[in-house]
């Protein structure tokens, strides 16, 4: 018995030292790796991690904060339930129905609203929603969240008290984990993050971080790297994903495109090619069919995302012709819709059922 207890406080006693060894290590961490309360990196990373409430301005036109699913709305007189950001695509699909009405979207309260700090805040009529929407920046006006960067999760940190000799380890799995260990750090704790960790850009190119001065570095140039979308136009990022390969791999694989509508210079033309088939080769060439008549012209994409270009040239039907930006493809409905712009007098948008 005297043994087994000898062994046991031995072992604690080797227990103990390794321990005490471990936080002497943990408190002569480097400085660039050790995370202190509100230096400047500490407020970069709230900034990052923080609540983006614009995501959800086609619904709330409110930058601050967004709404928490589920929740009911009445679009256009269609009532829809909110289930996942997924639904916002659909929310505009309503809107894009019909060029000559007014939408309208009505939110059925109560609803709860989520901060930039996470916190929640049940709203139980538009009097008090308007209370908090009207405290939020307007359209395209600075605010303090970062969103050409994030997080990729899960990431691990470790904190140590000296006072009370506690170190703990923490695994942080969302913006909203981050964000609150980021405010609770305080004078008396010791911080590190397990390095090396992953940031996303806004291009979706990914950029490993080794410690706490790359991380400060690396947030810091990448704040308005990217249009933050804190507007109210929810048909201005319509093609943020697009791709020259998308786009010529829908114009050729279906044939018999029709034009569904025509704007030149502010002008309709809306029925100018009605019963005109528009057919878009492989090869950069492009025909358009009429009774008995068939014409031939060129076409050609360039560029990405929201700034794909694309080249038709058709002699024969000059109000046609233009260096056209995709403004957005649309498949609402049966019918696959590719809309063309070029400001806002501008405007070519075939439609076809073939998708």
């Not at 930039?116 to 006006?141: H, L, P």
């Not at 025509?262 to 528009?278: P, S």
């Amino acid at each position: 018995m005297k043994q087994r207890t000898a062994l046991y406080l031995l072992f604690i006693l080797l227990a103990f030292s390794s321990c005490r060894k471990e936080e002497t290590e943990f408190i002569q961490e480097p400085e660039e790796e050790v995370l202190v309360a509100n230096s400047n990196i500490a407020t970069l990373i709230e900034r990052t991690s923080s609540n983006d409430g614009s995501v959800d301005n086609i619904v709330d036109r409110a930058n601050c904060f967004d709404i928490a699913f589920p929740y009911e709305v009445n679009v256009n007189g269609t009532p829809l339930t909110v289930n996942s950001q997924e639904d916002y695509a659909f929310i505009e699909c309503v809107f894009d129905e019909s060029d000559s009405d007014t939408d309208t979207l009505n939110i059925n309260f109560p609803i709860t609203i989520v901060l930039a700090d996470f916190s929640e805040i049940i709203i139980n009529n538009i009097a008090e929603f308007n209370t908090y929407s009207s405290g939020c920046n307007g359209e395209d006006v600075a605010d303090d969240d970062i969103e050409c960067i994030d997080f990729q999760y899960p990431i691990e940190a470790s904190t140590f008290n000296p006072n009370n000799e506690l170190l703990e380890t923490v695994i942080l799995e969302n913006d909203n984990d981050l964000f609150d260990f980021v405010q609770d750090i305080n004078d008396d704790t010791i911080v590190t993050i397990d390095f090396p960790a992953t940031v996303i850009l806004a291009d979706n190119s990914e950029v490993i971080i080794n410690n706490f001065t790359e991380l400060e570095t690396t947030i810091a140039n990448a704040i308005n790297t990217c249009d933050e979308d804190d507007d109210y136009d929810y048909n201005d990022d319509d093609c943020n994903g697009c791709t020259t390969a998308q786009v010529e791999i829908l114009l050729t694989s279906c044939s018999n495109w029709q034009v569904d509508k025509l704007e030149r210079n502010a002008m309709d033309y809306d029925d100018a090619y009605e019963g005109y088939d528009f057919n878009f080769f492989t090869d950069g060439t492009m025909s358009v069919f009429w009774n008995t008549t068939t014409v031939y012209g060129t076409w050609a994409t360039s560029g990405s995302g929201n700034n794909i270009e694309v080249l038709i040239d058709v002699p024969a039907l000059p109000l046609c012709n233009n260096n056209w930006i995709l403004h957005e493809i649309d498949n609402c409905s049966d019918n696959t819709k590719v809309d063309f712009r070029v400001g806002d007098d501008d405007r070519l948008r075939y439609e076809n059922d073939c998708n």
